[in-house]
């Protein structure tokens, strides 16, 4: 049974299916803050909270929506909403914030996951929109699976002896063709089946795209340690005027955490696999590589159909594989592995049209702005989606290695600055026929 067939079969069912899921997300959040007083308070990055920062936050998200709108209980702790409020403060000034204790954090992230089982057991998940399949439980999920990629990448920009570890990702093969060929035509993007899809994914709707090749992997780290050996980073013709200038501020050379032949992962030291997508890499950077290359970034249509057409049947899946569920052979998901594994070790997930590693890795930088849907209807809230569309974010696509399948579909969408390098992003390329 499919996640989607499950959440519209019966209630103890879905209550369950809802139970599990909570409890692994708590499991991954937990597991990256059971670290020493000083990292959990100390701030890593401006461009990250205090990790413990991110988790009573979980629990705020978590008592907002659960504790007090749907189950209509009494508020745990009223006196710390505004402190938890992400649009209240930015980033860079949250230490100034009088945050909640680790040890205090840990207690209120318990106190209303508690209260949240119990209006879990009491409410009945239909009759209102809000609560249709579990939606908002389902929200609350995703929302702390993405809090766990944000709180990795917090460990990753953090500087000392490594705290986490992983095994090695299975091997990789090398593409029997560098490109895949895409006929184009029209195909159903975006989703009105999926319960837990978000507003911006919604509604579904016919999207006409021209013929185009596709890249069959993303780039890898020695392709594009072949932009940088050959001057890419230093010549002002493969970049936007946008681009240009800002390599030029920040004094980019290579991805983020690449020095001399080797990288950083967590702390650990590393040769860079060549192999591997590259990752941490922003936008300017991806699109000028595309440039170099001969080639540009697909738009955030011609990447959907890539990972959801199937021409046999004419039909959008719900992922590369088909309408499964995630499972470990389909993708390198869940931090498993602590990065991105050699392209090609997921041959089960690849799609119809024979493209591979679309879900899982890296988040696949595309070339479109983050626009709403024709159609689209805010739902629950606007500080989801709404308050960000325009030309000042660009999307990504596909999930990296660090997100949930829970937080990952093939109409998911994701979107940040075109400066952005702290977050697990990579690209693929596509050019016209």
Known sequence: ?????????????????????????????RQL???????????????????????????????????????????????????????????????????????????YVQEVRDKVLDVLESTTLEGRRLVEAGFAFGMIVQHEQQHVETMLATHQLRVGAPLLDAPKPPRGSAP????????????????????????????????????????????TNAQYAAFIDAGGYDDERWWTPEGWAHRTTAGLKAPQFWDN????????VEPIPPDQPVQHVCWYEADAYARWAGKR???????????????????????????DDPQPEHANLGGTY??????????????????????????????SDFTPYPGFAMFPYPEYSEVFFGP??????????????????????????????????????????
């Not at 955030?300 to 719900?318: F, V």
């Not at 990065?339 to 988040?363: K, M």
Request: proline share 9%; net charge negative.
């Open 297 to 323: 970034l697909p738009t955030e249509a011609e990447w959907e159909m890539a990972a959801r057409y199937d021409p046999e049947t004419g039909r959008s899946l719900r992922y590369p594989w088909g309408d």
């Open 176 to 219: 029997e063709i560098p490109e895949i060929y895409v006929p184009g035509g029209m195909f159903l993007m975006g989703t009105d089946l999926d319960p837990w899809a978000l507003d911006n994914e919604r509604p579904a709707h016919a999207v006409g795209v021209e013929p185009f090749w596709i890249d069959t992997d993303p780039v």
């Open 33 to 107: 803050t059971d670290i020493e007083h000083d990292e959990l308070v100390r701030q890593h990055s401006p461009l990250m909270s205090p990790l413990v920062w991110d988790y009573a936050h979980i629990g705020s998200q978590e008592e907002l929506w659960l504790v007090r709108d749907v189950g209509g209980r009494d508020p745990v702790r009223p006196d710390i909403d505004e402190i938890y409020d992400a649009f209240r403060t930015k980033r860079a000034d949250r230490p100034s914030l009088p945050m909640l204790s680790p040890e205090n954090a840990r207690r």
């Open 338 to 367: 602590l990065g991105p594994a050699p392209v090609g070790a997921f041959p089960q997930g690849t799609s119809p049209l024979g493209v591979r590693g679309l879900i899982g890795d890296v988040w696949e930088w595309t070339s």
């Open 261 to 268: 032949g080797h990288r950083t992962r967590f702390g650990h």
């Open 392 to 433: 000042d974010y660009k999307i990504l696509r596909g999930g990296s290695w660090a997100a949930d399948p829970t937080a990952v579909r093939a109409t998911f969408r994701n979107w940040d600055y075109p400066i952005r390098r702290q977050i697990f992003a990579g690209f693929r390329c596509a050019r016209d026929v």
């Open 1 to 29: 049974m499919t996640a989607i067939e499950e959440l519209r079969h019966s209630p103890e069912q879905l209550r369950a299916r809802i139970a599990a899921e909570l409890e692994r997300a708590r499991s991954r959040s």
